[in-house]
């Protein structure tokens, strides 16, 4: 199959054609309108083969998760998802992983009311970049740089259960079925808080979503809003199959430490506490504070069970050899 037929089989006039779609697939450019008073928020992110999933994933899964990535960080701005962008390079096109792979793409972009809009295709190692952009009110976005001292601490869903997977599969430890499933479903099946950043908009003072670890996305956070911070550990969510899989002493490597969950983390006035927790329960988002905005910059205070907790993780990052 060549570039042209590939892009015409599996892309062009398939899934949903939004009305601000002036000219989608096909010419140089796409043409969309963005609504009067809005802003254009745009996030690029790119996966490769062996460094941000595993070689035997299931095409599905990878397309769903390429989507659902990028999906995040529009999540994590307070934006509506509206147009992705897809770069996919292939070592080759076959036909039944293509058909697989697009499948999974355009099912989690009807669900979000997402259009694919254009890209490129050409031949190389499996990596996949995708350009989402969503649109935000005017002054509404949500950024990392607005915590300030008081502000209380969310986090939404629990966190670990993709770290566990990832360790699952290295090392293939003995973890009860109907608990890896789940673990592997939320590592390959990311889960965008969507509904959960639009609720946010000005009520949230700041906020990230969680993909190289809660210590290091905090941090980001910290250093843009010149804060320090206190985490109550023992108050970050995990799920059942994680509590029932890892010693508590071993958990905290993963809650911590490990990214990969696409949860949102947000700060919120005490002013705004009340209403953020019962507008997100409206949209069966759990919640949970963790922690607060203290003085300081860029420092994270441990407490577990009241008591100072040392913990010297860092969270993922690129090009560096050192640990993680």
């Known amino acids: 199959m060549k570039e042209f037929e590939l892009i015409n089989r599996y892309f062009k006039g398939r899934g949903i054609i939004r009305r601000d779609v002036n000219l989608g697939i096909g010419d140089d450019c796409a043409l969309v309108t963005v609504p009067e008073n809005c802003q254009l928020a745009v996030t690029t992110d790119t996966l490769v083969a062996g460094v941000h999933f595993f070689d035997d994933i299931s095409p599905r899964a990878l397309g769903h998760r390429a989507l659902a990535v990028n999906l995040s960080d529009l999540a994590a701005m307070g934006a509506e998802p509206s147009w992705i962008s897809v770069g996919l390079t292939l070592p080759e096109a076959n036909v039944e992983w293509l058909e697989e792979f697009t499948e999974g793409m355009h099912e989690i972009a009807e669900y979000f009311n997402v259009q694919i809009i254009g890209g490129d295709t050409t031949q190389g190692p499996l990596t996949i970049t995708i350009c989402a952009k969503g649109i935000v009110p005017q002054g509404k976005a949500l950024r990392r740089s607005g915590a300030k001292v008081g502000d209380w601490i969310y986090v939404t869903g629990p966190l670990g259960d993709a770290g566990v997977a990832i360790e699952a599969r290295k090392q293939g430890f003995n973890i009860a079925p109907e608990h890896l499933s789940y673990l592997n479903n939320r590592f390959d099946y990311p889960a965008p808080r969507v509904a959960a950043g639009q609720v946010l908009r000005g009520a949230a003072s700041a906020a990230i979503d969680i993909s190289d670890g809660l210590l290091a996305d905090l941090g980001h956070i910290l250093a843009l809003s010149q ?42 006035p005490e002013s705004n506490k009340s209403m953020v927790d019962m507008k997100l329960r409206q949209y069966g988002v759990e919640a949970s504070c963790i922690g607060q905005i203290k003085n300081g910059v860029g420092e994270i205070e441990l407490l577990l069970d009241g008591e100072k907790f040392n913990y010297q993780g860092k969270g993922f990052q690129h090009f560096t050899k050192e640990p993680v």
């Open 227 to 268: 804060v320090s911070a206190v985490i109550n550990v023992d108050k970050v969510p995990v799920s059942d199959a994680v509590n029932a899989s890892i010693p508590r002493a071993e958990q905290f490597d993963y809650i911590l430490n490990y990214g990969d969950d696409y949860e949102l983390l947000f700060t919120v």
